[in-house]
């Protein structure tokens, strides 16, 4: 009998971290948009840079009850791209697209990547790296560069919205 409260003991105690854990696990999404000229070259790499993406990290981390220096690991998880002009536009034009990270002081790094776009599509959901991206999310502010290669000649400016969701695991307790 005493056997059996003390595997019911370890799992429930188990389970109580397990959700202990949840409560210290968040998802922080940022939005943007970039601009692809119609001036874009067919077959010729080129990038685009987006204005830098205030993070507000501070107050995300004290709404999620955490801080800055509790934060173990932030990992983007989903990052994808929709076209909001023009009204008749795919990604038909793009063969090939990554995406860069920077921040002050911070060395740049892929985050993101699809080799072959598919065709007829507005949107498109990119593969992501997994690397942990803690310090730049952590840092006032990022930036993304977008390093494409067109298959097509572009006719008119492209306006694409690029959604990124990141998951941030804070420590438990301070633990």
Request: charged content about 25%; glycine content about 4%.
């Amino acid at each position: 009998m005493g056997k059996i409260i003390l595997i019911i003991g370890i799992a429930l105690s188990i389970i109580g971290c397990k959700k202990v854990a949840k409560l210290t696990q968040f998802n922080m999404e940022f939005n943007e948009t970039v601009v692809i000229p119609s001036s874009a070259g067919v077959n010729l790499p080129f990038n685009v840079l987006t204005p830098d993406i205030q993070t507000n990290s501070e107050s995300t981390f004290e709404i999620n009850d955490t801080r800055k220096d509790l934060i173990e690991e932030i990992i983007l998880t989903d990052i994808d791209l929709t076209i909001s002009s023009p009204t008749n536009g795919n990604f038909n034009f793009l063969k090939s697209i990554e995406i860069y990270i920077s921040a002050d002081g911070l060395d740049e790094v892929k985050i993101a990547w699809k080799d072959s776009v598919p065709s007829n599509l507005t949107f498109l959901d990119l593969d992501v790296t997994g690397v942990d991206l803690k310090e730049y999310i952590k840092a006032d502010k990022f930036s993304l560069r977008l390093y494409t290669e067109t298959d097509e000649l572009l006719t008119s400016d492209y306006h694409i919205a690029i959604h990124s969701k990141f998951f941030v695991d804070a420590k438990i307790l301070g633990q």
